[in-house]
C-alpha cells in the first residue's frame, strides 16, 4: 500500500462544511477498511467514519448525522463530508486503511496504513 495523502482542511466558521479527500498514490486493495480518525491537542485518537468495499459504514456519535463517509470504488479516493461544524470538531484528521471486515472497527489498532494529516480549525 503506497502513501496516502489526506487533504481538504482548513479554517472554517461553525456551522460550516467541509469536504475531506484521502487518495493513495499506488494500486488498491479490491477488499478493505477505510476510516477516518482525528486527534485533538491533547486528545487520544478518535475514530470517527469507516467504509468498506461492500460499502458498509459506521460512524461514532460524535458526528452521526453531521459527516458522511464515502468511496466510489477501490481506484477513487476516500470523502469525508463534513456539515454543521463544530468548534469540538477542530483537529488533525487522518485517513487509515485495513483489512476487510464486515464492520469496520473504529479503533486505530484496525489499521496498518495511515495518511498525514490534514488540519481542519472551526472557529466559533
Known amino acids: 500500500q503506497d502513501e496516502m495523502v489526506a487533504s481538504g482542511g482548513g479554517l472554517v466558521q461553525a456551522g460550516g462544511s467541509l469536504r475531506l479527500s484521502c487518495a493513495s498514490a499506488g494500486d488498491t486493495y479490491r477488499n478493505y477498511c477505510m476510516a477516518w480518525f482525528r486527534q485533538a491537542p491533547g486528545k487520544d485518537r478518535e475514530g470517527i467514519a469507516a467504509?468498506?468495499?461492500?460499502?458498509?459504514?459506521g460512524y461514532a456519535d460524535s458526528v452521526k448525522g453531521r459527516f458522511t463517509v464515502s468511496k466510489d470504488n477501490a481506484k477513487n479516493p476516500l470523502y469525508l463530508q463534513m456539515n454543521n461544524l463544530k468548534p469540538e470538531d477542530t483537529a488533525v484528521y487522518y485517513c487509515a486503511h485495513g483489512p476487510f471486515d464486515r464492520i469496520c472497527s473504529l479503533a486505530s489498532n484496525q489499521y496498518n496504513y495511515w495518511g498525514k494529516g490534514t488540519l481542519v480549525t472551526v472557529s466559533s
Open positions: 467504509i468498506n468495499n461492500k460499502y458498509a459504514k
